[in-house]
């Protein structure tokens, strides 16, 4: 007993026990892909035009922070669907009521300035109500109106609306969630419902009498009310702003999925009757795994659309969802790098196709236009993958590792320590 105390208080100086690593050096494949995506802001900030040589210009530097978006919301499909079993049709819809979100604020502002620096040459100082009055006005005029409608009771307060991207999408899943789960409702009728649901709020957002401008959606986001800096020098903000948000939301999902926690959502998707047979509240993991993902869906949705500049109903269109399932596909679900791989490789893959810079072919007979082949492609690449590639590109990091030799040279390879045998390892 007191070799074994001394030998303790000599591994570690303090006497006590051994502290446990910090999660991400415990996960080696999550320090990697921060490091990565580490290595990719920095190369990207030394070539941009904003702080950089200008190699990349500032379209492209909104193009990339974009997809580290795109990413973000990839990471959530994946873990309701690739780790949950939960396909939902409906992610899409969080995504863009956290653009609403912020878009209120952003409209309301820029509006805001603009108003008050029209009535500074007046004869008589405008009053509030003069000043929201004209706010109204300009904004709401498009649609015929010129009240604010009860929506925007908060848009004037950043702080508040902050708060909306987050309590948005996680109210609504809350709610759907708990009502779809109670009822035990599970695959393709699970899929239906979020679907319906994200066709219900995109056709009502549609209307004008929304409150929410309508076919007309909000426009004007990139421009940071109060903020004087070139577009070169905001879309870096944003760039950084969504790979921050990226790394911490890797790392959340990376928490979750690993432990037990991460051992019970994964027998839920493997046989969710087992699981509750064991003891385990099935609705109440789904519930709040669906939920997280809504909000990490709303915030990725506040970074997305600032850098786009505009957001409609269209954006939440049902398809964009469908989309969206195709991209964590074709990466790889259940590998949250797959997902990250899989939206990143398909944004920048659309773009390049539907921009115009991919080269048109003449075959003589007929001329083959990308844009308007794109669609098409991208959906034969989904009935590809999972046909003969159900790994996605990810799987190709699975390949890899089955091919090494295990090393395990002077480990214990049976149920005593004596057990080293050099042959058995080589094998």
Known sequence: ??????????????????????????????????????????????????????????????????????????LAMDLVWGYTGILSLGHFAFFGLGGYAIGMWLMYERTRLIVVDSMANAALPPTPQEISDGIATQIFGVVGASEFPPVWATAHSLPLQLLAVVLLPGLLALVFGWLAFRSRVTGVYLSILTQAMTLALSLYLFQNDSGLRGNNGLSGLQNLPGVSAPQSVVSMWFLWGSALALGLGYVLCAWVVSGKFGSVIRGIRDDEARVRFLGYSVEGYKLFVFTLTAVIAGIAGALYYPQAGIINPAEIAPIASIYLAVWVAIGGRGRLYGAVIGAAFVSLVSTWFTGGQAPDINLGFYTIHWVDWWLILLGLSFVLVTLFFPKGIGGIFDIIAERRTPERHGADLGPDQGSLREQEADE
């Open 1 to 74: 007993m007191t070799d074994q105390t001394s030998t303790l208080s000599a591994s570690y100086p303090d006497g006590g026990a051994p502290r446990a690593k910090p999660f991400v050096m415990r996960h080696p494949s999550v320090l990697i892909f921060l490091a990565c995506l580490a290595i990719f802001t920095v190369g990207v900030t030394i070539l941009s035009e904003g702080f950089g040589i200008g190699v990349i210009s500032t379209s492209f530097i909104k193009t990339l922070g974009k997809t580290l978006c795109l990413c973000l919301v990839a």
